[in-house]
């Protein structure tokens, strides 16, 4: 088996190459229905709704702590969550509202009279949310074009909170708890949520480090598992249904490799769903549509840098996966056999 893009071989072709592959897109959401969490999932958000705080997620990538957020908005027949993508940079302004100094800066310098504060301001996840719970003519004094007559309640994702510095939780204590921001830009003016319209907070953390205490002691809490075999089928085929047949032979002994390789105590960077789904998908295209759904040994190890992303990993996991395939060993030949 050989992949039918780069050879390697160092000629050039006459003519662009058009026969590459789209990007692969695994990253968007699902249909919301079709979303599976677990009956302590859903007890902790039914506690965290009740409480009116935030529900603090965390879980592997993969295990569906984002997709969560928006089955919850689609259940309660919410528009999409508000999402805040946290970066290493974020501070805490920035989960309410971000402020253009250099484009109001050049206004000053230009003709343009109209240098109002409030002109340069952009309102981000959490602080639309506590705008939206007020009523049009309120929001349209920050947002002019502000065109929903009623109030409303928003689902807000504060996504992998983790990657900010341990300054931003703390110092969005006091703000996530009573729902409000300040304005230093429109002279410290106070946004404060109507209460009728809590906006509901999903926060998720890929435990890269530890949060504060005094953040957590705020939070609803719930860790989601790695999910077990023949629930991970379920999950890939909600996600790839039409994309793959989890009764073919080559998903089978592929989700065989993929928790052997999980179980490994030798392997440190264990491999997560959105690792396997794509490994799922780049061996269903290797394949092809054709009677044969089995995979070899040497397909297996050529696509195995999908799932496996450290040099002394990637050691372990060919002698775990030659095993297998040489040996004939129980793990491995079960799958092939069902």
Same mark, same amino acid.
């Given at each position: 088996?050989?992949?039918?893009?780069?050879?390697?071989?160092?000629?050039?072709?006459?003519?662009?190459?058009?026969?590459?592959?789209? *990007?692969?897109?695994?990253?968007?959401?699902?249909?919301?229905? #079709?979303?599976? *969490?677990?009956?302590?999932?859903?007890?902790?958000?039914?506690?965290? %709704?009740?409480?009116?705080?935030?529900?603090?997620?965390?879980?592997?990538?993969?295990?569906?702590?984002?997709?969560?957020?928006?089955?919850?908005?689609?259940?309660?027949?919410?528009?999409?969550?508000? $999402?805040?993508?946290?970066?290493?940079?974020?501070?805490?302004?920035?989960?309410?509202?971000?402020?253009?100094?250099?484009?109001?800066?050049?206004?000053?310098?230009?003709?343009?009279?109209? /240098?109002?504060? /409030?002109?340069?301001?952009?309102?981000?996840?959490?602080?639309?949310?506590?705008?939206? +719970?007020?009523?049009?003519?309120?929001?349209?004094?920050?947002?002019?074009?502000?065109?929903?007559?009623?109030?409303?309640?928003?689902?807000? %994702?504060?996504?992998? /909170?983790? $990657?900010?510095?341990? @300054?931003? *939780?703390?110092?969005?204590?006091?703000?996530?708890?009573?729902?409000?921001?300040?304005?230093?830009?429109?002279?410290?003016?106070?946004?404060?949520? @109507?209460?009728?319209?809590?906006?509901?907070?999903?926060? +998720?953390?890929?435990?890269?480090?530890?949060?504060?205490?005094?953040?957590?002691?705020?939070?609803?809490?719930?860790?989601? *598992?790695?999910?077990?075999?023949?629930?991970?089928?379920?999950?890939?085929?909600?996600?790839?249904?039409?994309?793959? #047949?989890?009764?073919?032979?080559?998903?089978?002994?592929?989700?065989?490799?993929?928790?052997?390789?999980?179980?490994?105590?030798?392997?440190?960077? $264990?491999?997560?769903?959105?690792?396997?789904?794509?490994?799922?998908?780049?061996?269903?295209?290797?394949?092809?549509?054709?009677?044969?759904?089995?995979?070899?040994?040497?397909?297996?190890?050529?696509?195995?840098?999908?799932? /496996?992303?450290?040099?002394?990993?990637?050691?372990?996991?060919?002698?775990?996966?030659?095993?297998?395939?040489?040996?004939?060993?129980?793990?491995?030949?079960?799958?092939?056999?069902?």
């Amino acid at each position: 088996m050989s992949f039918p893009y780069y050879n390697g071989n160092g000629q050039k072709r006459s003519e662009p190459y058009g026969g590459l592959p789209k *990007p692969l897109k695994l990253t968007e959401f699902p249909d919301p229905e #079709n979303y599976l *969490p677990d009956e302590k999932l859903k007890d902790a958000c039914n506690a965290a %709704l009740l409480l009116g705080q935030p529900l603090l997620i965390t879980g592997e990538p993969g295990t569906g702590k984002t997709m969560f957020a928006y089955s919850l908005a689609a259940e309660l027949g919410f528009d999409e969550p508000l $999402k805040f993508e946290t970066k290493s940079t974020s501070v805490a302004k920035d989960l309410f509202y971000s402020y253009d100094t250099l484009r109001r800066f050049h206004d000053s310098r230009s003709n343009d009279k109209n /240098v109002e504060s /409030v002109k340069y301001i952009s309102f981000n996840a959490l602080g639309e949310a506590i705008l939206r +719970t007020r009523e049009k003519d309120y929001v349209q004094k920050y947002i002019p074009d502000y065109s929903q007559d009623k109030a409303s309640r928003s689902v807000v %994702l504060i996504d992998e /909170v983790d $990657k900010a510095s341990r @300054d931003f *939780p703390n110092d969005i204590l006091n703000e996530l708890e009573h729902m409000y921001f300040k304005i230093p830009e429109l002279e410290n003016c106070k946004i404060e949520a @109507d209460h009728k319209h809590h906006p509901i907070v999903i926060i +998720t953390s890929n435990t890269e480090k530890d949060l504060p205490n005094a953040f957590l002691r705020r939070c609803v809490y719930y860790n989601i *598992p790695f999910p077990k075999s023949d629930v991970l089928s379920d999950i890939i085929s909600l996600r790839l249904g039409h994309r793959v #047949n989890t009764k073919d032979e080559f998903f089978r002994i592929a989700l065989s490799v993929f928790n052997k390789l999980r179980e490994d105590r030798n392997i440190h960077k $264990k491999p997560s769903t959105a690792e396997l789904l794509g490994w799922i998908v780049a061996l269903r295209e290797i394949i092809g549509n054709g009677k044969n759904t089995s995979i070899t040994k040497e397909i297996v190890l050529k696509t195995i840098g999908i799932v /496996v992303k450290t040099e002394n990993d990637q050691k372990r996991a060919q002698e775990v996966i030659k095993a297998g395939f040489e040996r004939k060993e129980s793990w491995l030949i079960q799958q092939q056999e069902k």
